[in-house]
T-cell receptor, first 112, second 114 residues
Framework: DTEVTQTPKHLVMGMTNKKSLKCEQH?????MYWYKQKAKKPPELMFV???????INESVPSRFSPECPNSSLLNLHLHALQPEDSALYLC???????????FGQGTRLTVV | AQSVTQLDSQVPVFEEAPVELRCNYS??????LFWYVQYPNQGLQLLLK??????LVKGINGFEAEFNKSQTSFHLRKPSVHISDTAEYFC????????????FGQGTRLTINP
């Protein structure tokens, strides 16, 4: 199994809502990532977890809250988002020393 | 720090023609290099990677890339493209390690015309 599964595929939320994005992998990878991708732009790193501990936070606003409950799961909790947060949110995982990342299909988030 | 420059934002090509997508990188340490493809409304799929050894690497879907250390380049090539190759292509670099970030180029939009 070489898949990273993200749910939901699409999400529309209001600026006062609270929602969560979920990511799951069963490749035994111990590093997991959240990336944000705006239209016609490359992915931008948001967070990195290594062995279930947050190791990199790229100065992401606190309205985005990551969580890694176990080695296979990664969540991104969303609260009080702004319309400019609308984007494709990609989860990825990696294991070996070269840092090759496997990506999920993404969650298309629209904030209204 | 690492950086990646993709020299062409858009590349239009006729079907069955060859194509080259250019990528240059900058780094003060040894790096690992990747090409990813992104089809519309999808995630990123790894096309190929350079880790060490032979400078010519072959990937999926008939793509190959050549690592040139002296020119700090990692250009992607395909001898004959198909309509289905229409997508966004990203060159990426990492210095390695389990929890290291991938640094992406700005992407090249490959459009195949019939």
């Amino acid at each position: 199994d070489t898949e990273v599964t993200q749910t939901p595929k699409h999400l529309v939320m209001g600026m006062t809502n609270k929602k969560s994005l979920k990511c799951e992998q069963h490749m035994g990878h111990r590093a997991m990532y959240w990336y944000k991708q705006k239209a016609k732009k490359p992915p931008e790193l948001m967070f990195v977890y290594s062995y279930e501990k947050l190791s990199i936070n790229e100065s992401v606003p606190s309205r985005f809250s990551p969580e890694c409950p176990n080695s296979s799961l990664l969540n991104l909790h969303l609260h009080a988002l702004q319309p400019e947060d609308s984007a494709l949110y990609l989860c990825a995982s990696s294991q070996d020393r070269v840092g090759e990342a496997f990506f999920g299909q993404g969650t298309r988030l629209t904030v209204v | 720090a690492q950086s990646v420059t993709q020299l062409d934002s858009q590349v239009p090509v006729f079907e069955e023609a060859p194509v080259e997508l250019r990528c240059n990188y900058s780094s003060s340490v040894s790096v690992y290099l990747f090409w990813y493809v992104q089809y519309p409304n999808q995630g990123l799929q790894l096309l190929l990677k350079y880790l060490s050894g032979s400078t010519l690497v072959k990937g999926i879907n008939g793509f190959e890339a050549e690592f040139n250390k002296s020119q700090t380049s990692f250009h992607l090539r395909k001898p004959s493209v198909h309509i289905s190759d229409t997508a966004e292509y990203f060159c990426a670099v990492t210095k390695g390690g389990r929890a290291q970030k991938l640094v992406f180029g700005q992407g090249t939009r490959l459009t195949i015309n019939p």
